[in-house]
């Protein structure tokens, strides 16, 4: 009994790392303001350029803070763009409160202040809001697209996922009597995401250490959900391979790999891989499936793993170190072509080029962001 409540202590320890943001500095930044150019360490090979988007979350006005990416790596600060709705002004707990269309046209983001969705074209000019709808629920905290078919994870009250679809002018729609229930009541979600082929959507719950997978139809409807019982303690970010692997980080001190079968149903393969680091929280799969990535929000860290053929993962380096950032680093986000990884941390970005073997070499480093940033992606 002493051992399961130690056990459940770590745990919440960690989960409490998980939930907020705000990194503790490795050293002087010079540059407080969000126009600061990130400083290049590294790219002498490059690819296409691109852009990174965080947001604000800020509870007087949530906004898309923009940078554009340079085909070897670095960043440019290019402004913000309002949602027209409110943050929290603090950490979500989550991942996913920002997400890419598969063809880059469009950007969705959260608003979970105001239990808002907003939607946004993706142009050679920048952004422009082409949509604000109601999430369907209370404080959302995650979303995920495919196709045409958006699907939010609402995190207050009970907690649910809802469905919308996404116009040929960007404007959402949501699907009638599409909103789902999770496993239970305040159980602690984390992430929503669509399997690689759009059939399946999975849930993470921290509070249950659970997987929820939902079967997706034709009509956009969701089915579900059935729960499966984590490898690991706490799962929360995760991100799916090329060949319907599913890689889970677990805030209590590990990543876990699954294979999701072609009529449902998920069978461990790696169960709960230390990563010797704290709070491993988010994670992100290279768009080649050949490895996986956690930030460790107490291990000031990212730790990286090399995918088998079996979807089986291990630790690339032994001690679970395979970059150092600052402590409170929370979400992740890698370019359309995997070759740069960039790390979100309190009010920073840290960028880093993905070598052959797995290692991350730094890029530089770009700070000016508000307290309470969370989400992040890339293209």
């Keep these: 009994m002493s051992k399961q409540i130690a056990l459940a202590a770590l745990a919440a320890v960690a989960l409490a790392a998980c939930s907020e943001t705000g990194g503790m500095p490795m050293g002087p ?17 490059g690819s296409a ?27 440019v600060a290019a402004g913000s763009v309002a949602t027209g709705g409110a943050g ?7 991942q996913g409160a920002l997400a ?22 993706v142009g050679p000019a920048g952004l422009s809001l082409t949509s604000r709808v109601g999430s369907g629920g209370t404080r959302p905290i995650s979303l995920t697209v495919h196709g045409s078919l958006l699907y939010v994870l609402n995190g207050g009250g009970d907690g649910n996922i809802s469905g919308f679809t996404v116009g040929a002018d960007g404007v959402l729609a949501a699907i009638r009597g599409s909103s789902r229930v999770l496993s239970g009541a305040a159980v602690g979600p984390a992430q929503v995401a669509f399997s690689s082929d759009g059939r ?41 391979g090329h060949r319907d692997e599913l890689f889970v980080s677990e805030a209590a001190g590990s990543a876990s790999s699954y294979v999701l079968g072609g009529s449902g149903g998920l069978t461990a393969v790696s169960g709960a891989v230390a990563t010797h680091q704290g709070a491993p929280c988010w994670l992100v799969v290279t768009k080649d499936g050949r490895f996986a990535y956690t930030a460790n929000a107490q291990g000031a860290s990212i730790s990286g793993f090399a995918v088998g053929t079996d979807g089986s993962i291990d630790l690339i380096d032994a001690d679970g170190i395979t970059a150092s950032v600052n402590r409170g680093n929370t979400d992740l986000a890698l370019s359309v072509d995997s070759r740069y990884l960039y790390q ?22 770009v700070v000016g962001l508000p307290a309470g940033t969370v989400g992040l992606v890339a293209h």
């Excluded at 930044?29 to 990130?38: D, G, N, P, T, V």
């Excluded at 965080?54 to 898309?64: M, P, Q, W």
């Excluded at 290692?359 to 480093?365: D, R, S």
């Design 29 to 45: 930044h010079s540059a407080a303001s969000l126009a600061a150019r990130i400083t290049a360490d590294a790219a002498a090979d």
């Design 49 to 75: 350029p691109g852009a990174v988007y965080a947001l604000t979350n800020r509870i007087s006005g949530n906004a898309v803070a923009v940078f554009r990416r340079a085909a070897d790596g670095t960043l």
């Design 88 to 94: 929290t002004g603090s950490g979500l707990g989550s």
């Design 100 to 121: 890419l269309s598969d063809d880059g046209r469009w950007l969705f983001a959260v608003n979970a202040g105001s239990n808002e969705v907003s939607a946004f074209r």
């Design 200 to 240: 399946w959507l999975v849930v993470t719950e921290k509070t249950t250490n659970q997987l929820d997978l939902y079967a997706v139809g034709p009509d956009g409807m969701a089915t579900g959900p059935t729960s499966y019982a984590s490898a690991g303690g706490t799962p929360f970010g995760f991100g799916f």
């Design 344 to 365: 979100l941390d309190g009010t920073s970005i840290f960028g880093f080029r993905v070598q052959a073997d797995g290692h991350l070499a730094p890029v530089g480093t």
